[in-house]
């Protein structure tokens, strides 16, 4: 089955505590990214990727990192999360059609 | 001013109504238009995509776009239970890097039985 997958789905977490987000597509898919998802806001990108080792910011990227090693994965870094960060997140791919983006299923993310 | 603006509702609607969605924009280079659906707890799905201004059917769906009047709009017809979601409009350039699509803030709509 075609699909992109995040881990974990749910985190609750503590300020100035690493942590790592992992997405992964199975679709082959050149370009992925990160989304944001807060109420009244709307789904905001963080970060996105269009090759192995090709990733530029998005419209919110700061507090976060990423990195594309694999084409099939690309991890989300909070290397010092704060409350702020408190939000759902998704990862999300595509091949070179811009509006087909296939989403994760979310992972929702608190930070205390 | 944000580039997609969408009314968040919530919308409750009857079941067999017509529903009228609605997003207007400001980036006068966006050439697709986006309509995604996210049910709870899901990431969101495409539904409709339109290229430039016109419209397209897809069975009980159909998507509008107005370049002239920057509007976008998506019409369900005989609304059902399992349309109840929220809907997210998005606009994107042609072959932007990174697939960067702008997204509205969503609306809530509640199909009753």
């Known amino acids: 089955e075609a699909q992109v997958t995040q881990n974990p789905r749910y985190l609750i977490t503590v300020t100035g505590k690493k942590l790592t987000v992992t997405c992964s597509q199975n679709m082959n898919h050149e370009y992925m990214s990160w989304y944001r998802q807060d109420p009244g806001l709307g789904l905001r990108q963080i970060y996105y990727s269009m090759n192995v080792e090709v990733t530029d910011k998005g419209d919110v990227p700061e507090g976060y990192k990423v990195s594309r090693k694999e084409k099939r994965n690309f991890p989300l870094i909070l290397e010092s999360p704060s409350p702020n960060q408190t939000s759902l997140y998704f990862c999300a791919s595509r091949h070179d059609r811009a509006y087909e983006q296939y989403f994760g299923p979310g992972t929702r993310l608190t930070v205390t | 001013q944000k580039e997609v603006e969408q009314d968040p509702g919530p919308l409750s609607v009857p079941e067999g109504a017509i529903v009228s969605l609605n997003c207007t924009y400001s980036?006068?280079?966006?050439?697709?238009f986006m309509w995604y659906r996210q049910y709870s707890r899901k990431g969101p799905e495409l539904l409709m995509y339109t290229y430039s201004s016109g419209n397209k059917e897809d069975g009980r769906f159909t998507a509008q776009v107005d370049k002239s009047s920057k509007y976008i709009s998506l019409f369900i017809r005989d609304s059902q239970p399992s349309d109840s979601a929220t809907y997210l409009c998005?606009?994107?350039?042609?072959?932007?890097?990174?697939?960067?699509?702008?997204f509205g803030q969503g609306t809530e709509l509640s199909v009753k039985p």
């Open positions: 980036n006068s280079a966006f050439q697709y």
């Open positions: 998005a606009g994107a350039r042609s072959g932007n890097q990174g697939g960067k699509l702008i």
